[in-house]
């Protein structure tokens, strides 16, 4: 068995020396986020047990870390249970490069887009000491159309797990190694006001109510014997549930989870079933009088509890030998869900607690309080202070003060358009001085303006032009049914946002947690993505938890607000970290810092010399707020001689990359971001450039990219535009890559080109 992660080391330990603890009941925050790959479920079975132990009963765990608990005895033998385990994916190899290759856990994949969703998200490494920040690797955007047969991104063979190592030593002395789980790093989020979604959404419901439930067994009335079991390997044929029928040979099963429809054609999702709908009894067979399902309804009926019957397929018991069989009372019992095994899976709390009252009452014990105001299925909320997961990688950079610039620029949220929380980020880390002096222009842009013209002096005007915005979507029409249509926002892999979970940004700075759907057809064995750029100008829909387009208005939500994925800033290992919106947060970042490096005085220290700092909007949606800005100017006469464009430059450092061009590593300075598909920077400009950061000892790289930026813009009006960047991988995706040290130097080079060029 492998030794328990810290996160429910550290919790476990707590709770034997504090006896008064033991009686708390379940932290959801705390147990959901404990990763459980199939055949990987020790740390939530010890948990669990744990869990059980402070309840008062007296847990029992076997040889598959299956853990059961029982009352009472003699006969019947009632045994609900609910499976623990997970679908995800252990490491396999490590690579010459530092890349982990995986093999997913169950070997058959649950459905046609489990792997194709993985791709270009953040994930975790879990290792015997930790766990390590990383993401599956995911094709740039911007390189695409300089491919030719680009790698699938639908098959587990091309998924890759970079967690920023350059070899595989450097990844196995990070902690990496063989057989280490790999998960989605998705937190559960509330969508709406009482749903929740999230990466193993439909595999938690189960036990989560099973546990819930369990507080009262030991003042249960039920007659004879009752088992509370919580299984594992169900998604590698049941084989924890195998082991625990042969062990205990039960008259009677309740088993807790997804329900599945009855044909494999029918796909994964129930027509006319929606979180909210109450509590699915699945039945394998006709339920007549007196069968288990029908005894459940009746329950239901008389204790007021939404609830239906519905033909399910019975949960897989498969393997080598002579199997057990499901008991002839047999029921199944559970919620529906939006979206099954995706990361935007979606259940109802409100379902949830019907389903763990329905248990109550048949276990005919003592009821627990639960509400919607005090829910204890709110897997959302932080976990308490202490019990949060220990993640190894820390926070590096050359600069304490950039790198808190960069993660308050970064975690901030601004689509095209919507530029608004970017542009308060950027102000709260100028400088006083500078803050005072920065204005919006007619377009939105934040405008700096440092040093005057002075009689005599004959310097050139320079700017630097970084723009605000990131992509997104905009709802553009709320449904009868109260979904969302919405659109993108910028050009990127919509299969990296389809089935994930997002958040509705509201006017007042309030967000609404969005689960965002599939194309149709999604769920069916044999379904096929549509070609990778065909969605760029598909539109899309968002479920936020409704079933009316009054009562998501009653939320606050508004044809015209925006919708981002959400995002967390994550150290990586030395310097490289990732977060989405990097494009071009650690733009507008060395900007900022240049400012504050060049500092108050600078009109004073360098005579004539005027510099403009433009912090620009809606350049994801065709550069148009430099375009305004260059327009605007020009016309007045007051054009700049020279523009250093400040933005990414997307490097094809990745597995998935031909690296025929943009083949400029992270780790190794700034780039001149010489060529692209919007304008070519003037070759001894190129070399003016690289001299100066030479003469100053600032670590630089040259190359081709693609993608455009806000240099094309102003070579129209006659200014000399020079493109400047730092390398990110993976664009335009959730797991955007770069190296703080690169930004650094972005920010150094900018300093000199203010002074010196």
């Not at 998705?186 to 990466?199: K, R, S, W």
């Not at 009752?226 to 625990?244: D, E, S």
């Not at 700034?670 to 598909?677: K, T």
Request: glycine share 10%; hydrophobic share 45%.
């Amino acid at each position: 068995m492998r030794r328990l992660a810290p996160l429910w080391a550290a919790a476990a330990a707590a709770l034997a020396a504090a006896p008064a603890l033991a009686a708390a009941p379940p932290d959801f925050a705390v147990l959901s986020r404990i990763v459980a790959v199939s055949g990987y479920e020790q740390q939530l079975s010890a948990a669990i047990a744990h869990q059980l132990q402070g309840q008062g009963l007296h847990p029992r765990t076997d040889n598959m870390d299956d853990v059961w608990v029982t009352v009472g005895g003699g006969a019947p033998h009632r045994l609900i249970v609910a499976a623990i385990d997970q679908p995800g994916y252990l490491v396999g190899a490590i690579d010459s490069r530092g890349y982990l290759r995986v093999q997913r856990l169950p070997m058959r994949k649950p459905n046609a887009v489990f792997d194709t969703l993985e791709f270009a998200q953040p994930v975790y490494v879990v290792t015997p000491k930790g766990l390590l920040n990383g993401g599956f690797a995911g094709l740039s955007i911007h390189l695409a159309p300089g491919h030719l047969n680009p790698p699938s991104m639908s098959h587990v063979g091309n998924l890759y797990v970079d967690i920023g190592a350059d070899s595989a030593a450097q990844a196995r002395a990070a902690g990496a190694g063989l057989l280490d789980p790999v998960e989605l790093a998705q937190p559960p989020i509330t969508i709406g006001a009482d749903d929740e979604a999230g990466a193993s959404a439909g595999d938690r419901f189960g036990w989560e109510a099973l546990l819930e439930a369990a507080q009262g067994l030991a003042h249960a009335r039920l007659r004879g014997t009752t088992t509370l079991a919580f299984v594992t390997q169900q998604w590698l044929g049941g084989r924890g549930l195998a082991r625990v029928l042969t062990e205990l040979a039960p008259a009677q099963m309740i088993f807790l989870g997804r329900i599945a429809p009855q044909s494999p054609a029918e796909g994964a999702t129930r027509a006319g079933l929606l979180p909210g709908d109450g509590v699915l009894i699945g039945a394998n067979a006709p339920s007549g009088p007196g069968s288990l399902p029908d005894e459940l309804m009746r329950l239901a009926l008389a204790h007021h509890i939404a609830a239906r019957v519905v033909a399910a397929r019975a949960p897989v018991i498969g393997g080598f030998g002579p199997l057990p069989k499901l008991p002839a009372r047999f029921a199944e019992l559970g919620v529906p869900t939006l979206f099954p095994v995706t990361p935007a899976e979606t259940f109802s709390r409100a379902d949830l607690r019907k389903l763990t009252r329905l248990i109550e009452d048949y276990l005919d014990e003592p009821l627990t309080p639960m509400s919607a105001a005090d829910d204890p299925f709110d897997a959302a909320r932080e976990p308490g202070p202490g019990r949060e997961e220990k993640v190894l990688d820390r926070a590096r950079a050359p600069s304490r003060q950039l790198l808190k610039t960069l993660q308050t620029l970064t975690t901030a949220y601004g689509a095209s358009g919507h530029e608004q929380g970017a542009r308060e980020a950027i102000l709260s880390r100028l400088p006083a001085w500078a803050r005072k002096l920065a204005h919006l222009d007619p377009a939105g842009n934040l405008v700096l303006h440092i040093g005057h013209a002075v009689p005599g002096v004959h310097e050139p005007t320079i700017l630097f032009d970084a723009h605000m915005d990131e992509i997104g979507y905009q709802v553009t029409r709320i449904k009868r049914d109260g979904e969302l249509r919405v659109r993108e926002l910028g050009g990127f892999y919509g299969r990296y946002y389809l089935g994930h979970v997002m958040l509705v940004h509201l006017p007042d700075g309030r967000s609404i947690g969005a689960a965002l759907g599939l194309p149709s057809g999604w769920e069916r064995p044999r379904f096929k993505w549509p070609p990778a750029m065909s969605t760029l100008n598909e539109p899309a829909d968002a479920y936020v938890g409704t079933d009316s387009r009054a009562a998501t208005e009653r939320l606050g939500i508004r044809v015209g607000d925006f919708l981002t994925m959400p995002k967390v800033y994550r150290p990586l290992l030395g310097s490289h970290f990732e977060i989405r919106s990097i494009d071009d947060r650690a733009g507008d970042t060395a900007l900022i810092e240049t400012v504050r490096a060049l500092g108050a005085d600078f009109a004073r220290e360098h005579p004539g010399r005027q510099l403009t700092f433009l912090w620009t909007r809606r350049e994801e949606i065709g550069l148009e707020g430099a375009a305004a800005y260059a327009a605007r100017v020009a016309k007045l006469g007051r054009e700049p001689d020279v523009v250093f464009a400040v933005d990414m430059f997307v490097s094809s450092q990745s597995p998935l990359e031909s690296g025929r061009y943009g083949d400029q590593p992270l780790g190794k300075g700034f780039v001149v971001r010489a060529v692209d598909f919007s304008h070519i920077d003037p070759p001894a400009d190129v070399a003016r450039v690289l001299a100066l950061a030479r003469a100053h000892h600032i670590p630089a790289q040259y190359g081709a990219t693609g993608g455009g930026n806000d240099a094309a813009v102003y070579t129209r009006y006659g200014a000399n535009a020079i493109a400047l960047g730092w390398p990110t991988k993976y664009s335009h995706s959730p797991a955007e890559q770069s190296d703080t040290k690169d930004v650094y130097a972005l920010s150094r080079i900018c300093t000199v080109l203010a002074k010196d060029w």
